[in-house]
């Protein structure tokens, strides 16, 4: 079944298509390998015309989101690769016809995320393609492990292949540094922010969850949180409290709130109102206080005063200062949350690639030590 370029915005010649249709006789390239796989997941081309995905066979689900368009994101990564000509060099170099096995390999030790992503990209090429893996989102994989493959027409494996990529490597360094993160964290839990690459915030907190962290709001409309800005305009932290409480109870809403916090003194006076007035806040940030030392390590002191004061009556944020190095002390303050940005907006992508020619890819992988 080809995708015509209407579907993905894209203007071609009448004779251009930009995947290549499936087709019934096959040209191996390699062996049958002796990949033990746990599951395999065949599409269909009847769940291409399904406008609505479905995420109940997925090991780890994506968050929801009201408006997000994830088949939207597809179609644009692939629209933006094939441009208005097709793939020039699949059609100048491979016969239409071929159809071939390609391998993903591991480059690099880490944890894998996107494979869900992966099968519903592969799906949106062409409804034909077979993917099988040995693993599922969240398993660690280890450099030099073939841990999935897809079986189809060379034309459309090779279309999907940097778009299936660029979102599993992004995906997979997101995951990778939130499990190393959570578990330094514990028994605090580690979240998220909202710096996230633009467009792809769903994926970016999908790979977070993956990786074993847990979501912070998805956007704007999702939870009530006070900050610094709406503080200063509001008049003080009292008054951007009692303006949210006024406006959920007029309104009807029931929802999280969070007020960010930067001295004692600011959580004193959250504490006070509270103890005054009944309120809709759950949570209160300490940002900031955690302080950073001449010799590397950090300062919890005032973190620890500020849970102590808050006791156990709201749930408690840590954020700012934090890193790999510092999340394990920073998590020994009893706060119930640290937030690090840095898990989205400063990620190293993980090293992937897939291949038809993986002993070729090996070799040359060894010779480089990537693989």
């Not at 393609?129 to 660690?140: A, Q, T």
Request: with cysteine; hydrophobic share 40%.
């Amino acid at each position: 079944m080809a995708m015509s370029s209407a579907i993905l915005g894209c203007r071609l010649p009448q004779h251009l298509t930009l995947f290549s249709p499936p087709l019934g006789f096959s040209l191996k390239l390699q062996h049958q390998s002796k990949l033990s796989c746990r599951r395999v997941f065949k599409m269909s081309a009847t769940e291409l015309t399904n406008s609505t995905i479905s995420f109940e066979s997925f090991a780890i689900k994506p968050p929801v989101h009201p408006t997000y368009d994830l088949k939207g994101i597809i179609k644009l990564a692939l629209a933006e690769d094939v441009g208005d000509q097709g793939d020039v060099t699949c059609m100048a170099t491979i016969p239409s016809d071929m159809e071939v096995e390609a391998y993903f390999l591991a480059k690099e030790d880490g944890i894998v995320a996107g494979i869900a992503l992966a099968e519903m990209i592969f799906h949106e090429v062409d409804p034909s393609l077979k993917v099988e893996w040995s693993i599922n989102d969240g398993d660690f994989i280890h450099k030099g492990l073939q841990f999935g493959k897809v079986h189809g027409r060379a034309h459309n494996i090779i279309i999907a292949e940097r778009v299936v990529l660029n979102f599993m490597q992004r995906m997979s360094g997101i995951a990778t540094l939130t499990k190393a993160m959570a578990d330094a964290a514990r028994p605090a839990y580690i979240l998220e922010t909202r710096k996230t690459a633009p467009g792809l915030r769903l994926l970016d907190k999908w790979a977070v969850l993956i990786g074993g962290g847990r979501n912070h709001r998805m956007g704007l409309f999702d939870m009530v949180m006070i900050k610094d800005n709406h503080i200063t305009t509001a008049g003080g932290v009292t008054n951007a409290i009692r303006a949210v409480d006024l406006y959920l109870e007029q309104k009807n809403l029931q929802m999280e709130v969070e007020v960010e916090t930067r001295t004692l003194e600011e959580v004193k006076e959250v504490l006070h109102y509270a103890s005054q007035t009944k309120t809709s806040l759950t949570r209160i940030m300490l940002d900031n206080m955690v302080m950073p030392l001449p010799n590397g390590d950090v300062d919890i002191s005032m973190l620890k005063d500020a849970v102590q004061l808050v006791n156990g009556r709201f749930e408690t944020e840590a954020s700012g200062n934090v890193t790999l190095d510092t999340v394990h002390k920073i998590g020994q303050s009893g706060v119930t949350y640290i937030s690090s940005g840095s898990l989205t907006h400063s990620v190293k992508a993980l090293d992937i690639s897939l291949k038809i020619d993986t002993e070729l890819a090996l070799k040359v992988g060894k010779r480089t030590g990537r693989a």
